[in-house]
């Protein structure tokens, strides 16, 4: 049993600027108000801020049971907020205060929120939430510190520009809100000449980085468009086979709020194949992994049927985890492969996060290297953090031989994106590419700069 890529950070992208909680529950009560939910995300993602505000008030309506209502109402704020109805948002947050919302750090810092500091029923909300969270049984994720902005993928904007666009102040705690970051995106994009902006926030929860938080922002200049070269976006609803993609979901759904709250231990995982993104070592967890070894090789088609014309991309992501449970490694790698370049980031991430951690724990190369190099020109931070290490790992199962004819061609076309990686403060982007370096140099440098010398001296 081997236990790799155990989940320790928490990639943000578009959602809203919401504290850790759990779902509603399966009733049908429940299933009503994670449908309103729902719409309401769907509505903020569109940056329709009044559909947004809506839609969380009509799910904290339907949650008579008062699991999730509290929440609605704190994000059904940050959505009128940011549609500019202030005296809205105050008495949203005021209801959720009423309703036991706590988590006082996530109000103070959360930007949306910032319009209503200078207004007087601020400080009383603020004290109230003081007060839930004095009575709370637990108390919640804290809110990460910012230390460190990149850019990475543009010739034309450097960190400092975007470090202005983004009003960001490293050092500082940040609480992410997808509305806020999508909006400094089009004004990158347009000012700039763009073919695409993305802003991402990278949490650590975990080990040495716990409570550390980087913001990288992707660009891909106009001209680079063959970068966003993906698969056609599939439209079809193929049959969940066995259940197991709404297993999943329920697995992960359960995992998450337990590794954020530090209740999983890495060492007691229990996970069977060569990737996890959690293990299965909590009480609440135990049942699903028999299950996935049971079932999977039973419907490996019917997992790639859901990976290949699933419209829905938590489907498509959540079969590209499953199929970690083929009865290969080399089926695993067949069955991937040809999706490396979804058009969704998450599907993407999950399928290079599969074959990271079934290379690594391989004792031969399973994937080509010309495979690995194009996936590297991917646009985002995720895209390009697994497929440097998964280029590690690859070049580290060649023989010296296979390694020492692939050296100068690699260098060539990576050198000047490795070295780009190497100067990142984002260390799951830094850390891979230098290792890479290390492996085609046969050398160990400190500094970004040193690895652009030693670039410069292999041309020569």
Not at 221 to 232: C, G, I, M, V, Y
Not at 366 to 374: E, G, I, K, P, R
Not at 396 to 408: G, V
Request: aromatic residues 6%; hydrophobic residues 45%; glycine residues 8%.
């Amino acid at each position: 049993m081997r236990v790799v890529m155990a989940l320790s950070v928490v990639a943000l992208g578009t959602g809203c600027a919401h504290s850790s909680k759990t779902a509603a529950s399966g009733s049908a009560e429940g299933s009503r108000v994670a449908a309103l939910t729902a719409e309401a995300e769907n509505a903020y993602g569109a940056l329709d801020f009044a559909r947004c505000a809506k839609g969380f008030r009509a799910s904290a309506e339907a949650d008579t049971a008062g699991v999730e209502r509290a929440e609605a109402l704190y994000r059904g704020a940050g959505c009128e907020s940011l549609a500019g109805n202030t005296q809205a948002a105050l008495e949203l947050l005021t209801l959720a205060v009423q309703g036991g919302y706590f988590d006082v750090d996530h109000l103070q810092y959360n930007p949306e929120l910032a319009p209503l500091h200078v207004l007087a029923p601020w400080e009383g909300i603020v004290a109230g939430a003081r007060a839930n969270l004095a009575k709370a049984p637990e108390a919640p994720f804290p809110v990460p510190t910012l230390m460190g902005v990149d850019s990475f993928g543009s010739r034309k904007v450097d960190g400092a520009t975007v470090l202005r666009v983004l009003g960001l102040e490293v050092g500082k705690p940040l609480v992410h809100s997808g509305a806020l970051f999508a909006q400094k995106e089009a004004a990158l994009r347009k000012q700039y000449d763009l073919a695409f902006a993305k802003a991402g926030m990278t949490v650590f929860f975990a080990e040495e980085m716990k409570g550390s938080a980087f913001v990288t922002v992707d660009l891909v200049d106009a001209e680079d468009t063959a970068r966003l070269r993906f698969l056609p976006e599939p439209q079809g609803q193929p049959t969940d086979p066995q259940g197991l993609i709404a297993r999943w979901s329920e697995y992960e759904h359960r995992l998450m709020p337990l590794q954020m709250q530090g209740k999983l231990d890495p060492e007691a995982s229990g996970c069977q194949v060569a990737h996890c993104i959690g293990g299965f070592g909590h009480p609440e967890l135990a049942g699903y992994e028999p299950e996935f070894l049971d079932k999977v090789p039973k419907s490996l088609d019917a997992l790639s049927a859901v990976l290949r014309e699933d419209a829905d991309e938590d489907r498509r992501a959540a079969a590209a985890y499953l199929l970690a449970y083929a009865p290969t490694p080399e089926e695993t790698v067949r069955r991937l492969v040809p999706f490396i370049r979804d058009p969704d980031s998450g599907v993407r991430n999950n399928v290079l996060r599969v074959l990271t951690a079934t290379q690594q724990t391989a004792k031969a190369p399973l994937l080509d290297v010309a495979t690995v190099v194009d996936a590297t020109s991917l646009p985002t931070t995720m895209d390009r953090n697994k497929s440097v290490y998964l280029l590690n790992y690859l070049l580290e199962d060649l023989s010296p031989e296979a390694l020492k004819a692939q050296r100068a061609g690699l260098i060539q076309q990576l050198g000047e994106r490795l070295v780009a990686m190497a100067a990142l403060h984002q260390p799951i982007n830094r850390d891979p590419a230098v290792k890479v370096l290390e492996r085609l140099s046969g050398e160990k440098h400190e500094t970004a700069e040193a690895w652009r010398a030693w670039l410069a001296r292999q041309s020569k």
